[in-house]
């Protein structure tokens, strides 16, 4: 129930080309999903992040596409850069029962992507 | 504004020994998350502290603790560890309440021999 799964688990793009990245979900009260980007030796930083009353959120180049009768979400990189080559992790939350807590995220497993010059 | 900083950035250990890891969120943030990141497992939650509160609990044995102090900065401990602990401890902070995103500092690189 509290599982996120990704695929694929890596990918290769040319420049210039679109990263599809897919997640889906069965909780359904997961309201919150966030896209994360790790690059070596740092840790996951926020890219971009959508809420199920939306279908699609973009920001210059990100995009996520979410379908809530599917329970899926997806993140589209378009015109991709070799700089953009990282492990993404999609995840999702759902409002604590405390108030006073933080949302706990559960992780997808990653996709490694890497875009070639 | 500095980010979330975690110290020290690596440490090798023996099995049995403990350690502990420290976590400094960003200023004003009062949550602080701790996640395990592997290679086989992914990045799994661990526990959060809110206001020196654990608030939340992974699925983790005991050996895994934690603390948060009156400035919101947050240690986790580790007992009699394994070499299954290897892995990269991540620590996330945020606001709570006004926003749902968390930000994560650059982990703890932990290996036990």
């Known amino acids: 129930q509290q599982q996120v799964k990704q695929s694929p688990q890596s990918l290769i793009v040319q420049k210039g080309g679109i990263s599809i990245i897919n997640c889906a979900y069965e909780?359904?009260?997961?309201?919150?999903f966030p896209w994360y980007q790790q690059f070596p030796g740092k840790g996951p930083a926020l890219l971009i992040a959508i809420r199920p009353d939306v279908s699609e959120k973009k920001e210059g180049r990100f995009t996520i596409s979410f379908n809530k009768s599917a329970k899926q979400f997806s993140l589209h990189i378009m015109d991709s850069q070799p700089g953009d080559s990282a492990t993404y992790f999609c995840a999702a939350t759902s409002r604590p029962g405390d108030a006073g807590s933080a949302r706990q995220l559960t992780f997808g497993s990653g996709t490694q992507l890497t875009v070639l010059p | 504004k500095a980010g979330v900083t975690q110290t020290p950035r690596y440490l090798i250990k023996t099995r049995g020994q403990q350690v502990t890891l420290s976590c400094s969120p960003i200023s004003g943030h009062r949550s602080v998350s701790w996640y395990q990141q592997t290679p086989g497992q992914g990045l799994q939650f661990l526990f959060e502290y809110f206001s020196e509160t654990q608030r939340n609990k992974g699925n983790f044995p005991g050996r895994f603790s934690g603390r948060q102090f009156s400035n919101s900065r947050s240690e986790m401990n580790v007992s009699t560890l394994e070499l299954g602990d290897s892995a990269l401890y991540l620590c996330?902070?945020?606001?709570?309440?006004?926003?749902?995103?968390?930000?994560f500092g650059p982990g703890t690189r932990l290996t036990v021999l």
């Open positions: 996330a902070s945020s606001l709570v309440r006004s926003t749902d995103t968390q930000y």
């Open positions: 909780n359904t009260a997961f309201d919150y």
